[in-house]
C-alpha cells in the first residue's frame, strides 16, 4: 500500500512508524514525556523490520527523548537513506544532557539552528518533512514561522513542511505556502476530527495521523486495571492533555468504546491494531498513520495491516452508527 505526502508528490508507505517512544524517557520537570525505557539496538532491529515490510515513512521530533529519537533512527537507516521518508519536528529547546525540555524557540534563527541540530543528529543533509511542533500555537502568529519554512526549502534543508495541529484555522495559515504538504493530526476510530480530515482533502494535504492506536488502548493490550510506569508519559503523572489514560490507568469510557466496536476491528483475522489501523485508511486517501513502537514484534503486527487494507464501507458506516456519531 502507497500513499502520496500531500502536494509535494513525494510517494510513502500507507503506514508510517512514529518514532516518539524509541526516544526512551524526557521530562518537563517532574512531568514525564516519553514512553518508559527502550533498549536502543531492539528499536533498530524494529526500524529494519519496518524496512523489509516496505515502511519507508519514518516521523521523529527533536524533541523526543531529548535528540535520542532522531539518533537511533540515524543508525537504523544509515546506507539506506535514499530508501527512507524522515519527518522530524522542531519547537521545543532541550538540554540532552538532562533530557529535560526547557521552552521553546521558534524565531527565524531559532529554527535554523534547529534544523542544522536535526540534520546532524538524523546524519543527513536533508530532511523530507520539516513539522512545526506546537498545537496550540496562535494562527494570527504564524505566517513568520511558515515563511522561514519557505526559506530552508530554497536552501535545500528540508523538501516540505507541515504542523503538527488539531485546528483548521491554524492549518490554513500553513497552507497557504507553496512547499506546505501536510498537517498531522491526532486521529483514531475513536476520535475523529472530521473538519481537519476535510481540510486536508480540500487543499491536498497529506493527513499524518498521530495516535491512531489512541496511545495503546486500541492495541488489546490494556484493560482496566492495568498501571502505566511511572517514567511513562501516560502514567500518574502524565500531562494534562493525557486523556486516554487518567492516573496512570486507561480512562474507562475510552475502552468502553473500543470494546463496543471490537467485533468489527478484529473482522477477517485482524488483529484490534491492525484493524484500528485498517479504519484509519478507510477514513480518507489523505489519510498517514504513524502507530509508535518499541519492538520488532509491534512493527510485525502493524505493517501486518496492510496486508489486509481498509475496512469496508458498510464496516465504517456500523461503527459510525454504534458511536453514536453518524
Same mark, same amino acid.
Given at each position: 500500500?502507497?500513499?502520496?505526502?500531500?502536494?509535494?508528490?513525494?510517494?510513502?508507505?500507507?503506514?508510517?512508524?512514529?518514532?516518539?517512544?524509541?526516544?526512551?524517557?524526557?521530562?518537563?520537570?517532574?512531568?514525564?514525556?516519553?514512553?518508559? +525505557? @527502550?533498549?536502543?539496538?531492539?528499536?533498530?532491529? #524494529? !526500524?529494519?523490520?519496518?524496512?523489509? /515490510?516496505? &515502511?519507508?515513512?519514518? %516521523?521523529?521530533?527533536?524533541?523526543?527523548?531529548?535528540?535520542?529519537?532522531?539518533?537511533?533512527?540515524?543508525?537504523?537507516?544509515?546506507?539506506?537513506?535514499? +530508501? @527512507?521518508?524522515?519527518?522530524?519536528?522542531?519547537? #521545543? !529547546?532541550?538540554?540532552?544532557?538532562? /533530557?529535560? &525540555?526547557?521552552?521553546? %524557540?521558534?524565531?527565524?534563527?531559532?529554527?535554523?539552528?534547529?534544523?542544522?541540530?536535526?540534520?546532524?543528529?538524523?546524519?543527513?543533509?536533508?530532511?523530507?518533512?520539516?513539522?512545526?511542533?506546537?498545537?496550540?500555537?496562535?494562527?494570527?502568529?504564524?505566517?513568520?514561522?511558515?515563511?522561514?519554512?519557505?526559506?530552508?526549502?530554497?536552501?535545500?534543508?528540508?523538501?516540505?513542511?507541515?504542523?503538527?495541529?488539531?485546528?483548521?484555522?491554524?492549518?490554513?495559515?500553513?497552507?497557504?505556502?507553496?512547499?506546505?504538504?501536510?498537517?498531522?493530526?491526532?486521529?483514531?476510530?475513536?476520535?475523529?476530527?472530521?473538519?481537519?480530515?476535510?481540510?486536508?482533502?480540500?487543499?491536498?494535504?497529506?493527513?499524518?495521523?498521530?495516535?491512531?492506536?489512541?496511545?495503546?488502548?486500541?492495541?488489546?493490550?490494556?484493560?482496566?486495571?492495568?498501571?502505566?510506569?511511572?517514567?511513562?508519559?501516560?502514567?500518574?503523572?502524565?500531562?494534562?492533555?493525557?486523556?486516554?489514560?487518567?492516573?496512570?490507568?486507561?480512562?474507562?469510557?475510552?475502552?468502553?468504546?473500543?470494546?463496543?466496536?471490537?467485533?468489527?476491528?478484529?473482522?477477517?483475522?485482524?488483529?484490534?491494531?491492525?484493524?484500528?489501523?485498517?479504519?484509519?485508511?478507510?477514513?480518507?486517501?489523505?489519510?498517514?498513520?504513524?502507530?509508535?513502537?518499541?519492538?520488532?514484534?509491534?512493527?510485525?503486527?502493524?505493517?501486518?495491516?496492510?496486508?489486509?487494507?481498509?475496512?469496508?464501507?458498510?464496516?465504517?458506516?456500523?461503527?459510525?452508527?454504534?458511536?453514536?456519531?453518524?
Amino acid at each position: 500500500m502507497k500513499r502520496t505526502l500531500g502536494r509535494s508528490g513525494i510517494e510513502v508507505s500507507a503506514l508510517g512508524m512514529g518514532c516518539w517512544a524509541i526516544g526512551g524517557p524526557f521530562w518537563d520537570g517532574e512531568t514525564p514525556l516519553g514512553w518508559g +525505557q @527502550v533498549d536502543d539496538e531492539e528499536s533498530i532491529r #524494529a !526500524v529494519h523490520a519496518a524496512l523489509e /515490510r516496505g &515502511v519507508n515513512f519514518f %516521523d521523529t521530533a527533536n524533541v523526543y527523548g531529548a535528540g535520542h529519537s532522531e539518533r537511533v533512527l540515524a543508525r537504523a537507516v544509515s546506507g539506506r537513506r535514499s +530508501q @527512507v521518508v524522515i519527518a522530524t519536528k522542531f519547537n #521545543a !529547546v532541550f538540554d540532552e544532557g538532562t /533530557r529535560q &525540555v526547557m521552552g521553546a %524557540d521558534i524565531s527565524p534563527q531559532g529554527i535554523r539552528t534547529a534544523c542544522e541540530d536535526s540534520l546532524r543528529r538524523l546524519d543527513t543533509d536533508y530532511i523530507d518533512l520539516y513539522q512545526f511542533h506546537d498545537n496550540g500555537f496562535p494562527a494570527e502568529n504564524a505566517a513568520p514561522v511558515r515563511e522561514t519554512l519557505e526559506n530552508l526549502v530554497q536552501a535545500g534543508k528540508i523538501r516540505a513542511y507541515g504542523w503538527s495541529t488539531d485546528f483548521v484555522d491554524r492549518a490554513g495559515v500553513f497552507a497557504q505556502g507553496p512547499k506546505c504538504t501536510s498537517i498531522q493530526l491526532q486521529l483514531n476510530v475513536l476520535d475523529d476530527n472530521p473538519a481537519m480530515i476535510a481540510f486536508c482533502e480540500q487543499h491536498n494535504l497529506a493527513a499524518i495521523n498521530r495516535g491512531p492506536l489512541a496511545m495503546g488502548l486500541l492495541t488489546g493490550k490494556y484493560t482496566p486495571t492495568t498501571q502505566v510506569s511511572a517514567d511513562d508519559v501516560r502514567g500518574q503523572k502524565s500531562p494534562q492533555w493525557m486523556k486516554y489514560f487518567k492516573n496512570g490507568q486507561p480512562n474507562p469510557d475510552w475502552l468502553a468504546m473500543r470494546d463496543a466496536i471490537l467485533e468489527i476491528l478484529t473482522s477477517r483475522g485482524r488483529t484490534v491494531a491492525q484493524g484500528a489501523l485498517a479504519w484509519n485508511w478507510a477514513r480518507s486517501p489523505q489519510t498517514i498513520p504513524i502507530p509508535g513502537f518499541r519492538t520488532v514484534k509491534q512493527v510485525e503486527e502493524n505493517a501486518g495491516a496492510m496486508e489486509f487494507g481498509p475496512l469496508t464501507p458498510e464496516q465504517m458506516s456500523r461503527i459510525e452508527a454504534i458511536l453514536k456519531r453518524a
